[in-house]
Structures are given as structure tokens and as C-alpha cells.
């Protein structure tokens, strides 16, 4: 053999090798990303190569497949009670992803997650058949929540204060997932994504807004654990109107001839008096404040039920006035529905919040489990004897202060109104709240529940949290409890 041949042979042969060589790299370590690629039809396909597991609320599952005619795809996500439950399981689309349960559960309820496959099924990645997750949904607290809140815009939380377990979850207006399951749904989508209201957003946990007078609670907690007032019968030192620090701006309340000037932090949270909680704020200063705000859930970035919610947040590098204003839930303070409903939790529950979660346990195919989510895994927010004053303030709220929409008969019940600024210089409808405890010295069932009314189209001056808020808070506290 000459040079030349034994030259080219030797070229050819390295060729060869690295051919295999690249064809081995793709196979071998490649393989897999590119098996998951979101943009690899093989996925989608064998996404939907067979009915989809289910997300089961009270025993029952709320969702569904369905076998499909003229595509690729095999079968289509359902939704029993779509609009009602939406704001718990998403939507599962084969032509616009996934969201929330349906999303983060994707792989178990389309069999692909490695944990529902024996070594051998791993291995030759054969699909296996779907999970199923199970929530801690009430379906009569879900369905008393969507009704009560209506055509408003708006959303509601019920948690039990002793396990963390969401109960309910609503947003409104909602929207009926079954309608963007499959391919052809290109105008159903573009009115979901086009509507002003945003009926794809989870407004229960994903639009913190400034939560108002509910927030006085948490300078009351405050002012309590610091020792800055004794009780909530203790007087404060609080001047009416309450001019804000190093400022000519007067802060006044809403009602006038409210009995505000230096009042009990019970009195002050009964008449919802500004004055009161503005210079609370003040005197206790951003640092004292912001640190109770945490240890109840403000800022925390990473709150997952296991949905991702957004941040509350309670804002820093404030001056005096600002922080004032930070003390009757104003300037850049916000909070989610959710938020508001896990301060309600822990004062009820004796000053401890119990991690909130909406999913009790996922299950392969035999119900034999994959994932548990303990109940009961709490944290220490404020102390007893705080809890207990402050749970007593807030029955008086609904006993005889602008609460008294929430009673629910034969029950301890406590709350908060609010009632929040909207739009520069308040320009816009406020935003409604109400924030609340109930629970049956008969049965000990309890239950925390935060309700925002965004906007129900009433009159400026109709628009109130004991109005508007209080009742949706009362039919699902009762709901809860019967």
C-alpha cells in the first residue's frame, strides 16, 4: 500500500470514529435534553398519548381527558367545574403549556416522571401509567367562595390555622380551562389574554395590592411584642387628626366622630382609626415594624403552596411620615390574598403559622405515594398571650365595630376591614378587604379566611370591606365550620 492510500485510509477512519463518536455524545448525554425539549413534537405527543392523571379535590377528581379526532395528540385535558376550580389546578393545553398544579405535576400526571418507572422501564423510558395529586381543597368552602364573589373582580383564601391546609382558592373572573385544552383554541385564548380583567391571573396568590387596614394588625402585633403598649385595652398616645412626622400633611379617619384620640388598640382596630396605627408605625419605626411583617410572610420571594406566590412586601429605606403611612397598610406596602389569610392563621391559632399548602400528597397509579406534604409544620409568629389579645380586638371588630358582616351564628368569629387607596391621589375605586377567624367551640373545626374585592363595579361610596368583603369572608367561614 503506498503513502498516499495509507494516508487517506487513516483520514477515513478518523472520520468514522469521530462520527460515531458525535453519534454517541447525542445518544448518550444529549438524548435527554433533547427529548424534553419543549420544541421536540415527540414530547408533546407522548405528553398526550394517553388519558392524563388526575388533580382530586374531596375524593373526586375535578379533571379529565378526552379522546381526540384529527391530530397527532390522542387525548385533550377536561375540567369538571372548570371556572370554579381554576385557580387551583391551572390549565393544561397542547397548545400553550401548563400552569400551576397542572404544570408543576406535568410529568407525574403524563407518566413520565421517573419515580412511577421500575430500572428497567428507566431504561427504556417506556411511559407509564399517570399519578394523581390530591388537594386539601373544600369543595363547599371553594363553591360558597366563587359564589359569593360573583361577576367582582376580586379573590378569596380560606386556610385551617392548624395545619396549613388551603381550603379554598378562588380568582375572579375565572376562566373555563377545558376551552384552551386542545389545538384549535386560538380565539378562546386570544380573549383570555386579551381581557382587561386578566382572568389568567391567580389573583389570590399573584397580585399583591396594598392590603389597607388589614395591615393593622400586624403593627398591632408589633406594638404588642415590643412592649410599646401593655394590652389592647391600654391607651395610646395618639392625637386626632395625626399629623404626619416632619410634614404638614394631617392624616384624618374615616369616620369623624370615631372615638380615635388616644385609643385603645382594641378601640382603634374596632373604628379602624388611621391615626391610631399611622403613629404606631412611627414610634415603633420601619425596622420593628418590617421584622413582625417577615415572621409573618411579607418578602418572602420563595412561598410556594406549591404554586409560586409573589411576594408580599413590606418596603425599606423609608423616612418617618412613609413609614407612618406603611401602618394603615399604605405607601408601597402589598399583600396577597393569601398573605392576609396566613396573619388571620396565626393569630388564630395561638400565635403559630402553619406552613400553607394546597397539595396533601401525590400518588403513582396504585395510590401508593410520591410525594406527602405534612400538615402542621408551623413556626412561632408572636406569643400566646399576644395571639390571645389580639384574636379578643378582632372579635370585638365583628361584634360591634365595621366588621359586623362576617358573624357567623354559634361561632367565635374575628376580624379586619380594609379599605385601600387605588390610583394616584386615590384617583381610582378603592380596593375592599376583610380579613378574619372563625371557629365552632362545638366541633373545634377553625378556619382563617382573606377575601379582596379589586373591584365590583359599586359606587365609590358604597365600596367598604365590611360591605363588600365581610360577606364573602361570612359564607365561607360558615361553609368551613358546618
Not at 420601619?286 to 411583617?293: C, F, G, I, N, R
Not at 411576594?311 to 411620615?321: F, I, L, R, T
Not at 365609590?460 to 360558615?478: D, F
Request: aromatic share 6%; glycine share 8%.
Amino acid at each position: 500500500m503506498n503513502k498516499t492510500i495509507r494516508r487517506t485510509s487513516v483520514f477515513v477512519l478518523l472520520l468514522v470514529l469521530a462520527l460515531l463518536g458525535r453519534a454517541t455524545w447525542v445518544q448518550a448525554y444529549e438524548g435527554k435534553a433533547l427529548a424534553d425539549d419543549q420544541k421536540n413534537r415527540r414530547k408533546t405527543i407522548a405528553q398526550y398519548a394517553q388519558p392524563l392523571g388526575n388533580i382530586v379535590v374531596a375524593g373526586s377528581p375535578v379533571t379529565g381527558s378526552k379522546k381526540t379526532e384529527g391530530t397527532d395528540l390522542e387525548y385533550r385535558r377536561t375540567y369538571t367545574d372548570g371556572e370554579l376550580y381554576a385557580a387551583v389546578t391551572g390549565y393544561s393545553s397542547q397548545a400553550y403549556g401548563a400552569t400551576q398544579l397542572e404544570g408543576i405535576y406535568a410529568d407525574v400526571l403524563d407518566g413520565t416522571d421517573d419515580r412511577l418507572k421500575n430500572p428497567l422501564d428507566a431504561l427504556t423510558r417506556k411511559q407509564q401509567q399517570p399519578g394523581t395529586v390530591i388537594t386539601t381543597i373544600d369543595p363547599d368552602v371553594q363553591k360558597a367562595a366563587y359564589r359569593a364573589l360573583g361577576d367582582t373582580k376580586g379573590a378569596a383564601v380560606a386556610v385551617d390555622p392548624a395545619t396549613g391546609r388551603v381550603l379554598a382558592m378562588v380568582s375572579t373572573p375565572s376562566y373555563d380551562p377545558s376551552k384552551i385544552a386542545g389545538t384549535t383554541n386560538g380565539d378562546a385564548w386570544k380573549a383570555l389574554t386579551t381581557d382587561e380583567d386578566k382572568p389568567l391571573v391567580n389573583r389570590a396568590l399573584r397580585q399583591p395590592l396594598p392590603p389597607g387596614s388589614t395591615f393593622k394588625l400586624v403593627v398591632a402585633a408589633a406594638a404588642l411584642e415590643d412592649g410599646l403598649y401593655g394590652s389592647v385595652d391600654t391607651a395610646t398616645e395618639s392625637p386626632d387628626p395625626y399629623t404626619l412626622p416632619n410634614t404638614r400633611t394631617v392624616l384624618r379617619n374615616e369616620n369623624a366622630s370615631a372615638p380615635c384620640e388616644d385609643a385603645t388598640i382594641r378601640t382603634a382596630l374596632r373604628y379602624s382609626c388611621n391615626n391610631v396605627f399611622a403613629k404606631m408605625a412611627a414610634d415603633l419605626g420601619q425596622d420593628k415594624v418590617k421584622a413582625m411583617a417577615e415572621k409573618f410572610g411579607f418578602n418572602d420571594a420563595e412561598l410556594d403552596v406549591p404554586v409560586r406566590a409573589y411576594a408580599s412586601v413590606y418596603p425599606s429605606g423609608m423616612d418617618k411620615a412613609q413609614t407612618a403611612l406603611t401602618g394603615i397598610g399604605q405607601f408601597d406596602v402589598t399583600a396577597t390574598p393569601l398573605q392576609m389569610a396566613m396573619v388571620s392563621a396565626a393569630i388564630a391559632n395561638d400565635g403559630l403559622l402553619a406552613a400553607p399548602h394546597m397539595v396533601s400528597e401525590v400518588v403513582d397509579s396504585d395510590g401508593d405515594p410520591l410525594t406527602t406534604y405534612k400538615d402542621g409544620d408551623s413556626e412561632r409568629i408572636v406569643s400566646s398571650s399576644t395571639a390571645e389579645q389580639l384574636r379578643s380586638a378582632m372579635r370585638t371588630v365583628v361584634e360591634e365595630g365595621t366588621g359586623t358582616n362576617a358573624a357567623v351564628r354559634g361561632a367565635e368569629v374575628g376580624g379586619k376591614t380594609g379599605t385601600a387607596q387605588h390610583g394616584e391621589n386615590n384617583s381610582k375605586t378603592p380596593y375592599a378587604w376583610f380579613t378574619s377567624y372563625a371557629k365552632d367551640p362545638s366541633t373545634g373545626k377553625q378556619v382563617a379566611v382573606a377575601v379582596l374585592i379589586e373591584d365590583s363595579g359599586a359606587a365609590r361610596s358604597e365600596v367598604s370591606g365590611n360591605g363588600l368583603a365581610a360577606p364573602v369572608a361570612q359564607k365561607m367561614m360558615a361553609a368551613a365550620l358546618k
